[in-house]
């Protein structure tokens, strides 16, 4: 959006209206369903080139002292900052595992090495969705670069949709892509120097030109792509260019995901954590809400359904290639989850409003539970609904999909009113 909001009064804030595949229920026990030696603890923003969040500069509504709501937000914000560094380490640490299978796969190209890389790439891809929830309030995934600052990372991590004859053959071209460059040398810096330069769709890197590496173009309305592993075998000047190119973008989720785990560790002092928790609580609390609000009710409801319906199109679909789109709608909204409820009966944003406005903390219990159902009931693969016949059952769905996403969203910016801080969603 790129505006700058100062200082916002009550009056002013009143008028704004803003490792296999998973089948997963509609009520998600995460602690459950995740692999277990990843959950652990320990260790150490259309998306990417697109709008970064609402450029809010403050976040707590400034009202009198008849209607400033008293509360301490402190134990929240540090459960908070916790978790997100948690997040980050268990996504950096699943991407690892992601790293290994390829290696195991270029080591021994056969199906079923790429099968196994395939399935630890949906596997990481669930640590990383959870994760989204931190995203659209200028923190170290999505913040715009400055002179004493590089720009986040997520345009490089996760952005889509994807021109795959950018990266390598495709139907009709057998020869496109940097893979058939010969003359450019397969490098982490000329792969990030040829990433949406032109174009926004031209993407060279992160999760998604993974996904298309591993699977190739998703040409079924029915399935998911189908490459064969012999796209990988050794010997061939453009296979070994393939090959190096995989691993090269393994290497680089991994590194990001490292960095943005140190940006929110809160033991060092020149962290991102470090002044995320010596901010004013409530300018935290507003940080935390507008990142889910936004995530709900523009980036999942507008830009991942509402276009992939408008345009019926499979390249609209967030996670084409492996048709694994339902999964990222379902834990986007397990991230959510995890961020409003807080983890393991803690501190959260939902135990403070449900002191301050019980029932409006009760009719935020019903909009989760609805958003759950509707997603939950998306048609798996993706692709179905994209072909389905306007007016039918399973575009009813996912338009009911849309609705239920942007009443979370709206229900989000009311709770963040009755906690005095601001929350702007799009649309909403």
């Not at 400034?62 to 540090?78: G, K």
Request: glycine fraction near 8%.
């Amino acid at each position: 959006m790129g505006r700058q909001l100062k200082v916002w009064s009550a009056v002013g804030a009143s008028a704004l209206v803003v490792h296999a595949a998973i089948a997963a229920p509609p009520a998600l026990d995460i602690a459950r369903t995740l692999p277990a030696g990843v959950w652990a603890q320990g260790g150490e923003g259309g998306e990417g080139g697109g709008e970064a969040g609402t450029g809010i500069s403050q976040y707590r509504l400034l009202l009198d002292a008849a209607s400033d709501p008293v509360y301490d937000a402190t134990p929240v914000v540090r459960a908070y900052a916790a978790e997100v560094q948690r997040a980050y380490r268990r996504s950096h640490d699943s991407a690892v595992l992601l790293r290994q299978a390829i290696g195991e796969f270029l080591a021994t190209p056969d199906a079923a090495h790429l099968a196994a890389a395939r399935a630890q790439w949906i596997a990481a891809r669930r640590f990383y969705l959870l994760t989204e929830a931190y995203r659209y309030y200028d923190g170290p995934i999505d913040q715009a670069a400055t002179e004493t600052r590089a720009e986040g990372p997520e345009a490089r991590l996760n952005a889509w949709p994807l021109n795959e004859a950018v990266i390598d053959y495709v139907e009709g071209d057998a020869d496109a892509g940097l893979v058939h460059a010969l003359d450019v040398p397969i490098t982490r810096d000329s792969i990030l120097a040829r990433d949406q330069v032109t174009d926004e769709a031209d993407v060279t890197t992160g999760w998604h030109a993974i996904e298309f590496l591993l699977w190739g173009q998703d040409l079924s309305a029915t399935g998911p792509g189908n490459r064969p592993a012999s796209d990988y075998a050794p010997g061939d000047a453009v296979r070994e260019r393939r090959r190096l190119y995989l691993a090269t973008l393994a290497d680089q989720v991994v590194d990001d995901l490292d960095a943005l785990a140190h940006a929110w560790d809160a033991g060092r002092p020149d962290s991102y954590a470090a002044q995320f928790l010596a901010l004013e609580p409530r300018e935290a609390i507003g940080r935390m809400l507008t990142g889910i609000a936004y995530l709900a009710g523009y980036e999942m409801a507008s830009e991942r359904l509402a276009v992939a319906l408008d345009s019926g199109m499979q390249e609209d679909e967030h996670s084409c290639f492996s048709d694994t789109t339902w999964q990222d709608f379902v834990w986007d909204l397990a991230g959510i989850k995890r961020v409003y409820y807080g983890v393991e009966d803690g501190p959260s944003p939902a135990k403070l409003l449900a002191q301050l406005r019980p029932q409006l903390a009760l009719d935020m219990e019903r909009r989760f539970a609805q958003a759950e159902r509707a997603l939950a009931a998306i048609e798996n693969p993706f692709d179905r609904m994209l072909a389905a016949a306007p007016g039918s059952p399973e575009r009813e769905t996912a338009e009911a999909a849309v609705t239920a996403l942007q009443q979370l969203a709206a229900g989000l910016r009311d709770s963040g009113r009755a906690l005095g801080v601001l929350v702007i969603v799009p649309g909403v």
